[in-house]
Every structure is written in structure tokens, then in C-alpha cells.
Nanobody, 125 residues
Framework: QVNVMDYGGGSVQAGGSLTLSCAGY????????FGWFRRASPESEREGVA?????????HYADSVKGRFTISRDTAQNMIRLEMNDLRPEDTAIYYC?????????????????WGQGRQVTVSS
């Protein structure tokens, strides 16, 4: 069994910064890829934001956040962070941390099967 818990979020004005954190627990958690996703509204599609591999060396970003967001992984504590800078109103969404059900292809959004509960991020103009 694999459990994912995400933390952080909040409200900020445009141009500001926020950090999200995530912890994973369970079978082979240190071998799984982790990623952040977001959903702007109940009617919208869930969008992949960023991914990181098992040792934190390989990352992947959606074009919409490249250069503004940074995903990192503390392998000793198995914590994953998403630092979000230069936030824009269009970044407003519920953000979800997720883990894969396999050890490779971290940049394939479809491989993420275990989900955190979600954290609200609101950016005002």
C-alpha cells in the first residue's frame, strides 16, 4: 500500500511565492517517481505540473510553469517540494501530489496512481 500526503498552499498576490510539500509512505516508496498536478475547477481537466525521479536528479515540467516552479526531492526524508515563484492568477487551482505505480517513465503523467488529498493555491491579481 502507498500513501501520499501533501501540505502547504494558501493565498498570495500575483508575483508572490508559495511552497508545497509532500511525503510518501509505503512499499518501495523510495523507488517511485513523484509529481505535482493541479485542477483549476471541478469542470477542468487535471493538469500535470512537474515530476521528479527516485533520486531527485531528473525533473520534468509543464511548459506553463517552466522557469517559475522548481520540484525537488529530499531522498533522506523522502519529502518532495514544489517551490512556486512569480505566481499568476492562472496558477490558482487545487494542487495534488502523486506517486507512480512503477519505477521509470516519470515524465508520463498517466503513470501516477497514488494521490494526496490536494491543497488549495489561490493567486489574486
Amino acid at each position: 500500500q502507498v500513501n501520499v500526503m501533501d501540505y502547504g498552499g494558501g493565498s498570495v498576490q500575483a508575483g508572490g511565492s508559495l511552497t508545497l510539500s509532500c511525503a510518501g509512505y509505503g512499499y518501495a516508496i523510495d523507488r517511485r517517481c513523484f509529481g505535482w498536478f493541479r485542477r483549476a475547477s471541478p469542470e477542468s481537466e487535471r493538469e500535470g505540473v512537474a515530476t521528479v525521479d527516485f533520486n531527485g536528479e531528473k525533473t520534468h515540467y509543464a511548459d506553463s510553469v517552466k522557469g517559475r516552479f522548481t520540484i525537488s526531492r529530499d531522498t533522506a526524508q523522502n519529502m518532495i517540494r514544489l517551490e512556486m515563484n512569480d505566481l499568476r492568477p492562472e496558477d490558482t487551482a487545487i494542487y495534488y501530489c502523486a506517486a507512480t505505480d512503477r519505477w521509470d517513465a516519470c515524465d508520463n503523467w498517466a503513470n501516477y496512481k497514488y494521490w494526496g488529498q490536494g491543497r488549495q493555491v489561490t493567486v489574486s491579481s
